[in-house]
């Protein structure tokens, strides 16, 4: 079916540390991948977006991370802070402009 | 530049009445989305209008629920005899008409919508 997942609920880290948050997609037909963070109370922030056409794509502190052959995308953060802890999700379309789906989403808990 | 603007933020019903949700785009936006969101969950797509035209509505249920896009205005999702069960955030996005720059959808911040 047509569906992203994220393979961990939640993640803690330190501040300071890097953070990896995973998500697998099922369609192959997805070209287009972006990330969104989700604060309490607020609507998705867009963070980073990827083309299937690339595997990599920098931002400031922010990378993400395509695998075509497994259908996997990931968003690594440098240097965390507090202020990145949040909801992460991850979206798909086949076609930028169509509808996202989303997963569930990893909240990111930063310690000081 | 203003972002998509939604309101109300916090919406109360009781069971049977009538909810209203507006959203403005961003400005120059002609793509509107609606999602709705249940706690603990991530968005799932219901409706997507360009200016007077619905182009999707696959996600959205086929009674109670209505969404327009008019030339004037802002989009408005509405949900006829609200029921517990519609209990949610509603999330509206916005993109520009360029598809071709792969814009991403960018998203305003929620009406909270509560039955009694």
């Known amino acids: 079916g047509e569906s992203v997942g994220l393979h961990l609920p939640t993640l803690s880290v330190q501040e300071g540390d890097n953070s990896i948050i995973n998500c697998a997609y099922s369609?192959?037909?997805?070209?287009?991948f972006i990330w969104y963070k989700q604060e309490s109370g607020k609507g998705p922030q867009f963070i980073i977006d990827?083309?299937?056409?690339?595997d990599k794509r920098q931002g400031q502190r922010v990378t993400v991370l395509l695998n075509k052959t497994v259908k996997h995308l990931s968003l690594q953060i440098a240097a965390t802070q507090p202020g990145d802890s949040a909801v992460y999700f991850c979206?798909?379309?086949?076609?930028?402009?169509?509808?996202?789906?989303f997963g569930k989403g990893t909240t990111l808990s930063v310690s000081s | 530049n203003a972002g998509v603007m939604q309101n109300p933020r916090h919406l109360v019903r009781r069971r049977g009445q009538e909810a209203r949700l507006r959203c403005s785009p961003v400005?120059?936006?002609?793509?509107v989305y609606w999602y709705r969101q249940l706690p603990e969950e991530g968005l799932k797509f219901m409706v997507y209008l360009q200016k007077e035209n619905i182009i999707d509505e696959s996600g959205m249920p086929k009674e109670r629920f209505s969404a327009e896009f008019p030339k004037e205005g802002p989009s408005i999702l509405r949900i006829q005899q609200v029921v517990r069960g519609d209990s949610a955030a509603y999330f509206c996005?916005?993109?520009?008409?360029?598809?071709?720059?792969?814009?991403?959808?960018?998203f305003g911040d929620g009406t909270r919508l509560s039955i009694l």
């Open positions: 369609n192959s037909a997805s070209d287009y």
């Open positions: 400005k120059g936006h002609s793509h």
């Open positions: 996005a916005s993109s520009p008409r360029d598809f071709v720059s792969n814009q991403p959808q960018h």
């Open positions: 990827i083309r299937s056409n690339m």
């Open positions: 979206a798909e379309t086949a076609q930028a402009g169509t509808a996202l789906i």
